[in-house]
């Protein structure tokens, strides 16, 4: 469900995993259903194979000629369960202010008994709690590694090879669009330049101020504060300050000076109360966080048990959200199996 960026890249890597899925796993994937607002939601019975469906120059409108329509999202899901179709991969745009209506459509899915994958930070960040008990009540699974941090293993990290670990507190640079737009700056383009780069590369959200106002960061740090530190936040309890309101010279300043401004988010327990914020910081060459200057991806977790475990992502772009997408796949499958 949904067709822009990510599921544009996530159909031909799919695709060309289709042999290692079929020798490690035994399953062959199939598509059972295209849908979007804009070009209609589609079914086909017997499914097309992802090989086939990621060679045609327009999957939707391939789709479409061969599938059935349906007259929107519910139905769309209730005519994907009643082929046979086990998983959702819910890829639509984010709404910041309540997830909907990815949240409704994720519910839908896990009611009908369908494994859920989402790339949609909205739903996670308003609803996780509710969703993860809904799916352990159908016995299906729910989730959502892509909303953070594309395809760095950070939940999944911290789920299967972490356990007990004692993640205290984090510092990180969440949001790549701010990073690429504060340092086009720092360099001379105008924000309308740099707004418009990060949309050719795909690493925009559908209203790119949704990531220069805070938002995207804001939902990224409600998940994670969640998850990794136990947490029971909502959107609106993390502090937000973005990134419309600095003036450019002090953009470029701040940087000449070796200190270049950066959207960071944290989280920690102050007097045992978990505390989170995302707002504008000055990043010292000695903070281990100057490692995401550019577009990299960068997140530092202090522990207990390790001490403080640093991982960045070099250089993010939407294949590797795509990559994320098929991780929780492949994990979701092998779990089923028993793998």
Known sequence: MGYGHVAQAFLPLLASRSEWLGRELGIRPVINGIGTRSRGFYIHAGGIEATLLAHEQDPRGWFSDIGIHVENAEAFISAGQAVGASVLIELTTLNPQNGQP???????????????????????????????????????????????????????????????????????????????????????????????????????????????????????????????????????????EGTRDLALDDICATALTGSPIRLVSSANRKHGVLVAEVRPRRISSDDILYLGRSTSGVISLETEAMGTITLVEHEPSVRQTAYGILSDLIILMRQRNNV
């Not at 809904?134 to 990290?157: C, I, K, W, Y």
């Open 102 to 240: 990815a949240l409704m459509h994720i519910r839908s899915a896990l009611t009908a008994g369908m494994d859920v994958i989402t790339a949609n930070k909205g739903p996670v960040a308003y609803a996780q709690a509710e969703l993860q008990a809904m799916a352990r009540r159908h016995n299906v699974q729910f989730r959502f590694e892509s909303t953070v941090m594309d395809g760095l293993p950070l939940l999944n990290l911290a789920q299967f090879t972490l356990p007990a670990v004692g993640i205290r507190s984090f510092r990180a640079l969440l949001n790549t669009t701010s990073s690429l737009v504060l340092g086009m700056i720092e360099k001379g383009f105008t924000l309308t330049e740099a707004i418009s780069q990060a949309q050719q590369l795909g690493v925009a959200e559908a209203d790119p101020w949704y990531d220069l106002d805070g938002w995207d960061a804001v939902m990224k740090t409600t998940i994670l504060a969640n998850t990794l530190l136990e947490g029971q936040l909502t959107p609106q309890m993390v502090e937000r």
